[in-house]
Each structure stands twice: as C-alpha cells, then as structure tokens.
C-alpha cells in the first residue's frame, strides 16, 4: 500500500490486467505517441499521460496508437471485443464521443441482445469529463447522463484513486461495454491504493459519510465536494450521509432509498447540465418509490443548461461548489424535525 | 498549576486528525476515575465512548457537544477544589494545541514491511526506542492492526509496540501454505526476531490468541507473558454465523450483520468500519485465505485447537480477559483453568474489549507485563 495518485492508479490497473490477460489490449490517440518516429515511442501515453509505460512493456502489438478517427478506432475496438480481445478503448475527451455513437449506441451495446445473448462485448471507453480544466465548452462536458440512457452499457465515475483501480480492474474483467469516465482535474489526486489487484463490484454504492439530517447523493469528481459539504456541516450541527453509487449503470437504488427513509431528505450533486440529468434520475427515483420518507423537497445541485464557460471566472461559478451543496442541505434541513 | 490535569482529543488510529464530541457523558464537578466512559466522540472512520485517561474533580467542560476539533484540542479540565476559578480560566486561555510533529518525534506509530520466509508480513510499530521488553499485538480472524487503535499508543508509553497484520490479512501478503496455527505462528516468530529482544510479551484477540499460545508452544524461549483476549483454544465451539458470514459478505448491508456480532452496541459498526473489511476482502487472494483459514481452525462452528494444557505448564505469566456479553466466543471457556491463570471479565463488552472497553485492558496488560517483567 502507498500513495498514488489517480494517473497511476488507472495505469496500475490497466498495466496489471494486462501481465494477467493477453488478451487485454490499449488502443486510441497518442496512446503511445510518436509511433513511426524512431526513438520517440512512448513520448506521449495519452493526453495526460496516463497509458506512459505500456508500448515499452508490452510493444505495438497490445498499445496501438491510431489517427485522429473515433468513429474508426472504436468501432475496431469493439469488433475485436466481439471477436475474442478485451480492449481498453480511449477516448480522450468524451466530448467528442458524437462521431461514435453508431459504433457504441447501436452496435457495441446492443450485440449481447441482438445475438440472443450468445455474444459477449468485454469492451471498455476511458474517456475524460468534466470542466475545472480551462479547456471551454467542447472539451468539459458531463456527458454520461447520454450513456446511462442507453441500455446494454455500463457506465462507471470514479471518484478517487482507490476507486479507480478496483473499478477499472473490474471493467476489463466485465464481459459488457463499459464506458470508464475520468475527471481531468483529478489526475493528481492521491490516496491509499493497494498495490494488489481488487475488484469493486458495479452497482453497489459507497457510503463516505454517515449523518441523519439528510442524504446526499453526488457522482465522480462531486462526491469529494460533497464531503467537503457533509464535514462543514457538521460543524454547523447538521450531519448528513454522502453516497457515491459509483456507478449510474447499473445502479444502487436500495442505498438510496434506505438512507433517504432513515434521513427524509435528499440534494443530488451532479455536475452535469440539470435537463435529462442523474440529478433528474434520482429525483425522479426518490419521488416514486419514497414520496412518503420525504420530509422537504427534493433539492438538486447541478451545474446551469449552457455550455462551459472558457472565461475562467464563469467556470468557477458553473461547476457545483461544497458552497453549494451545503446551502442546498441548509434549505432543507433548517427547522428540522 | 501542575493540580491542573488537561483531557485532550485522543488519537484514535493513524489517521485521525480531528474528532467530533458528540455528547457528554458526565457534568460538570463531578468526581471522575481513570478508565471512565466521559464522552462520545465520533471521527470519520467510527464512534465509540472516552475513557477518562485520569483520576479527579471534572472542573470544567471546555468543548461543547457537537464541536469538531483537532486531536490534542481541550476537552475538559481536572483540578483539586483547591485550584480557583481563575487559574482554571487562565489555564484553558492558555492552553496550546500541540502539533502532530511533537507526537512523530516521540515513537508515535510507524508502518513497517518484512520478506521473512517467503512472505510479505506489514506490521505497525510504535515505542521503538524504548528499552523495556516489548509487545506484540496479535489481531484475530479477519482483522488487522488496526483492531489496536485505542491501545497502541497507551502500551508505548511504557514499551515498545508490534502490531503484525498476519499472514492473508491487512496489507500483508494473501498467500498461504495451509492457513494453520503452525503457519501464522512462525510468521509472528519472524516478527519477534526482527523486535532484536530476546522475549517478549504476547496479546493475541481471539483466533490470534490461539497465535500467541501456539507460540508459547512452538518458541517458549521467546515468550514473557501471553495475554488471551477472548482467545480461540479453551473451549470447542465458535459461532459459525461470524465466520461463514464474514467470509460469504460481499455487500455492505451483510458485512455490517457480521461486524455487529462482533460488539456488545452494534451502533458502534460504522460505515467506515463495513467499508475498511471490504477494502481488505476485494484484495485478490483475502477471500481465499480467510477460507483456508476457518477451514483449518474454525471449520464448521468448532475450534481445532486447544491449549488447556499447556497452560496447566505454568510456563510463563498468563492473563485471560473476556467480554461478559462475547457473541462469538462463549466467556464460558474460562471455567476450570488453574488458578494461576489470571482471569478478568468485562461485564459489558462483546467479542472485542480491547476496543469496546479500552482504558481498562490497556491498564490490566499494563499491569501484568510489569509483573511479568519481575518474574
């Protein structure tokens, strides 16, 4: 056990999958770099760096760097998913996932039930999301509200280093499409990680804070707001549960709805745009299946239907604050039974 | 001003930084013991009672309920009626927070790794530089260091520490030749030899009781004293819903069933708790070796071993403490054991006294490894 921060633990997990399975491959832009150029292979590993370290481990054959063509590379990846490989797809900014919708809407995700469930699809999409990053609207995008709306994917937001490892370990042992979602602020986040190989399963939440005033449900990159938020306000006298579902498909309801019977008071944090959200999700879960727990309205924090800002200024102010969450939990709480 | 004795935020465990002080348990002017529950105190990974760390006139509670302060903040003053109002004030206007670099200074506890024998043993370690024999913790089934939290720092202070994560546990390794008592016994012997000292005092919880007396059996040469705190090895049966429960959770909700056997108030079992044993649990291997383990000492709701005789030997000092209300192991299993045997029973605490009824087994140990220590 050590510290490590979101980057290695990503490449932890992809590096050990890929010692234990040959099948598993890295396919995407710069995933590699420089391929063709004597000498500077590996002078890129993605974007961000996360994939550095692979071509030289496990050569051009398992880490193939394509051109700039998503609708291209995604589609062969998902082939050679239904075709016997395990590749870990990436995308690198989930923005530009448009051009592939085809490949992973209709066909990746459909294969298992179009083939009478005789076909399996162990294909997995890391892709970056989210704003904070200064990088304006077509690169800060939300967007896995559009993924969870499709079934036949699974759809994972971790929200820390711990959690990146086990769920992307996970994702390439699933026989399904995952689309994997990284925040790009959070690369440099570090925390305790095992250096063993783990496994988180989908669909069962996490609880980071425990409280009886209310529930807040928050995704990726806003859980760690919404800690923030839980630990100020219990300072003010007001102790609510933070839950992290980890994944929004499949999802933890029972979590949910246990807690929201024991507080009877719900904020979902969402850093998505409000219309079609998860924020709309669980509310909409919450106001069906425990309308009689409630003891306030359900309150959302999400950020504003418009694009993302690239004044730096109005980027702050979009993005969900701990500020944020925590007058939305004083909204509802205040005067508590 | 030294009449004046300030109660602190403890440090419970290697990560806290600060706690919140849910209630009081006791006024103002009252007359309090040393071991006392005083207040409950709540951090992000559990909840559990204070004990007082002393003897006097609670003069003053400095930290309102529902205040989250740091550790070493005031809590409360005790003071003789002879000191005056005024000193008091003075004293809590005075008084300053000391940093956590003080406390790494002085042997606060460190994280260590071992390859002996083929394995990779972590283990915690605090007190090093003190000179006394020294101590080694021994978890139980499906623990890990951590299970020492409240009495880590308390045993340093007159000795030093060693709290092994056995072999298939904690942040050790998950492999394991047979899981049996021989095994995780000559891992903790590998621990004793890295500790330089030529004996040493052995605490074992529960199936790490049975540890420490296979390690009596095995090594008596390296062996003080041995304390059982609810230990496997005197009686033949063991709730077979822990074990099998504990090994089968994979979901929270099962995990905190199991974990709630474990105390006498399973309110204390916090969600930090339930996720920390999934932590361990996800780990590639745990699963394995927690079944290879109850297959070889726990199968079926009975125990394998038994050391009823070897402490009919006398060999060394022997304390057994047990919890009146231990849902896993049956208090019971103390009946007929010779009369040198110390026996202490704590009425209101489960499987786990060590952290349900803290103050008084860190005071009882401490008591015995010093009359062990004149032996």
């Known amino acids: 056990m050590s510290k490590k921060s979101y980057r290695e633990a990503i490449r932890e997990a992809i590096a050990g999958e890929m010692r234990r399975d040959p099948r598993v491959i890295v396919i995407g832009e710069d995933v ?8 500077e292979q590996d002078a890129w590993g993605g974007p961000l760096g996360v994939t550095k370290g692979l071509y030289p481990e496990f050569g051009a054959e398992r880490v193939l760097d394509t051109p700039i063509s998503e609708g291209a590379f995604i589609g062969a990846a998902a082939g050679a998913a239904a075709t016997g490989l395990r590749p870990v797809a990436e995308l690198m900014f989930v923005d530009f996932m448009g051009v592939c919708f085809d490949q992973i809407f209709n066909q990746a995700a459909k294969f298992r039930y179009m083939f009478g469930g005789k076909a399996v699809t162990p294909l997995v999409i890391r892709t970056m999301y989210g704003a904070g990053f200064r990088a304006a609207s077509q690169h800060s995008q939300c967007l896995y509200p ?100 980890r994944t929004t498909s499949p999802l933890d309801t029972e979590t949910i709805l246990d807690s929201v019977s024991e507080t009877g008071r719900l904020v979902v ?37 418009t694009p993302v800002p690239f004044s730096a200024a109005l980027e702050d102010i979009y993005v969900p604050s701990p500020a944020r969450i925590r007058d939305a939990v004083l909204t509802i709480a205040r005067g508590r039974a | ?9 403890p440090k419970w465990g290697l990560a806290m930084e600060e706690g919140a002080l849910t209630s009081w348990l006791v006024a103002s002017g009252a007359e309090i013991e040393k071991g006392q529950e005083i207040a409950e105190i709540e951090t992000s990974k559990l909840a559990n009672v204070f004990e007082s760390p002393a003897s006097g006139t609670l003069r003053r509670l400095v930290a309102k309920e529902g205040a989250v302060l740091p550790v070493g903040a005031l809590l ?23 940093g956590p670099a003080d406390g790494a200074a002085a042997g606060a506890p460190v994280e260590r790794k071992l390859e002996r024998s083929g394995r990779t043993l972590v283990f915690k370690g605090a007190g090093l530089q003190n000179s006394a024999t020294p101590v ?51 891992a903790v012997a590998d621990l004793i030899d890295e500790t330089g000292a030529p004996k040493v005092h052995l605490v074992g919880h529960s199936l790490g009781g049975a540890v420490a007396f296979q390690i009596l059996r095995d090594h008596p040469e390296r062996v003080a004293s041995v304390a059982g705190i609810a230990p496997v090895g005197f009686d033949d049966r063991v709730n077979a819903e822990f074990v099998e429960g504990f090994i089968a959770a994979q979901k929270r909700k099962d995990v905190k069933t199991a974990l709630q056997l474990l105390l006498s108030d399973p309110e204390l079992v916090s969600s930090q708790m339930i996720e920390g044993v999934l932590r361990f649990k996800r780990i590639e291997g745990a699963k394995e070796a927690l079944r290879a383990i109850a297959d070889r000492n726990l199968p079926s709701g009975r125990q394998t071993a038994s050391f009823r005789d070897l402490v009919q030997e006398n060999r060394v000092p022997v304390m057994i403490v047990w919890g009146g209300r231990d849902a896993i192991l049956s208090p019971a299993a103390v009946d007929g054991l010779p009369g040198s045997v110390e026996v202490v029973r704590l009425e209101n605490a489960g499987h786990m006294p060590h952290l349900e009824a803290a103050g008084a087994v860190n005071s009882k140990l401490a008591g015995f490894f010093e009359a062990a220590d004149r032996q």
């Open chain 1, 146 to 245: 559009l993924f969870t709306h499709i079934p036949g994917l699974k759809v994972v937001l971790p929200s820390s280093p711990y959690e990146a490892k086990g769920l992307l370990i996970q994702a390439i042992r699933d026989d399904d499409p995952v689309i994997f979602f990284e925040h790009k602020v959070m690369y440099d986040d570090t925390a305790d990680v095992p250096d063993e190989s783990y496994t988180i399963p989908f669909g069962e939440a996490n609880i980071t804070r425990e409280g009886k005033d209310a529930t807040i449900v928050a995704f990726g990159r806003m859980v760690n707001f919404a800690n923030q938020a839980a630990d100020d306000l219990k300072r003010e006298g007001v102790s609510a549960t933070v839950i992290d579902p």
């Open chain 2, 76 to 98: 409360a003053v005790l003071a003789p009626m002879s000191v005056s109002d005024a000193d008091i004030d003075s004293f809590v206007a005075g008084f300053v927070v000391e």
């Open chain 2, 136 to 186: 080694v913790l021994i978890h139980g089934f499906g623990g890990d260091s951590d299970n020492w939290l409240f009495n880590i720092d308390e045993l340093a202070k007159s000795r030093p520490v060693y709290a092994i994560d056995l072999p298939g546990h904690g942040k050790s390794g998950k492999t394991l030749a047979t899981g049996d008592l021989s095994e995780l016994a000559q």
């Open chain 1, 269 to 305: 944090v969402d850093e998505a745009h409000p219309r079609c959200s998860m924020a709309a999700d669980i509310a909409r879960l919450v106001a069906e299946e425990a309308f009689g727990d409630l003891k306030a309205p359900i309150k959302t924090v999400t950020a504003p239907h």
């Open chain 1, 32 to 39: 590699s770099g420089g391929t063709g150029a004597p000498g």
């Open chain 2, 1 to 9: 001003m030294s009449d004046i004795q300030p109660i602190v935020m």
